[in-house]
């Protein structure tokens, strides 16, 4: 085994370990909640390493990166994630290699996304992105929308073809009322995933937690977790 796989190998299992700890912390099954490795401005070398280490859900944050390294791992077995803000002239490409965008936040990046999906004759999951500090706007520092307008937004892209509504996506704000209360944000989303199945039950995944606050995502029902540098180690700084 390599160093690198044998580091991954490691880094994998410590995670698999938090993961664990805060699903029987929670009173949870272990199989409830699913990992995806966010491999954003790590090479397409360490993606195959991970999927020979059993990893099936990578994600990436810029399209720039994530299209020639999806495209240079197109043989293994992985499930794409789209997790950064969305720009629409991207969207042809995500469209090509991503198997779900979590960053969906405004009609018209939903409109963008369901004309490439139809064009590419392929059914692409979605995942509205819930920004808890939205301004007047309605938007988040990072993208997302505020929980009022998630309603509008799910019915549009239930009604949309090529198109899947899966859930809902937050990333833990830094300001606002929910600012340093990482659980709380959570358990706030855990709520709007609620009240989004009783009109679209089958949108049941809810991501939120990444490295530093995978337990609290855990302990407030998320299903899945995002997590890069624990994984994968601390990235060097994109000069």
């Not at 720009?87 to 042809?92: D, F, H």
């Not at 990072?142 to 009604?159: D, K, S």
């Not at 704000?173 to 989303?189: D, M, N, V």
């Not at 337990?215 to 890069?228: K, L, P, S, W």
Request: with cysteine; charged share 25%; hydrophobic share 45%.
């Amino acid at each position: 085994m390599t160093d690198r796989k044998t580091e991954l190998a490691a880094n994998l299992a410590k995670v698999d370990e938090r993961i664990a700890a805060a699903c029987a912390a929670a009173g949870r099954d272990r199989d409830e909640v699913t990992l995806i490795v966010v491999t954003k401005t790590y090479p397409a070398s360490d993606v195959r390493i991970l999927s020979d280490l059993g990893v099936r859900l990578v994600a990436e944050n810029r399209d720039q990166d994530a299209a020639p390294k999806a495209a240079a791992c197109a043989d293994l077995p992985l499930e794409w994630h789209f997790v950064g803000q969305l720009q629409t002239n991207k969207v042809r490409s995500v469209v090509g290699y991503a198997d779900v965008v979590q960053s969906v936040d405004r009609s018209r990046l939903v409109v963008a996304l369901s004309k490439e999906a139809v064009r590419a004759e392929r059914e692409l999951g979605c995942l509205i992105q819930v920004a808890f500090d939205a301004d007047a706007s309605g938007r988040g520092e990072r993208g997302g929308v505020a929980p009022g307008g998630i309603e509008e937004l799910a019915g549009l892209i239930a009604g949309s073809p090529g198109l899947r509504l899966d859930g809902l996506m937050t990333v833990a704000p830094l300001t606002g009322e929910y600012a340093g209360r990482e659980q709380a944000a959570f358990e706030r989303l855990m709520d709007l995933s609620t009240d989004l199945r009783r009109a679209h039950p089958a949108a049941t995944m809810v991501s939120a937690g990444m490295s530093a606050d995978l337990e609290q995502a855990v302990a407030a029902g998320a299903t899945h977790v995002r997590v890069g540098t624990a994984v994968l180690g601390v990235r060097p700084r994109l000069g």
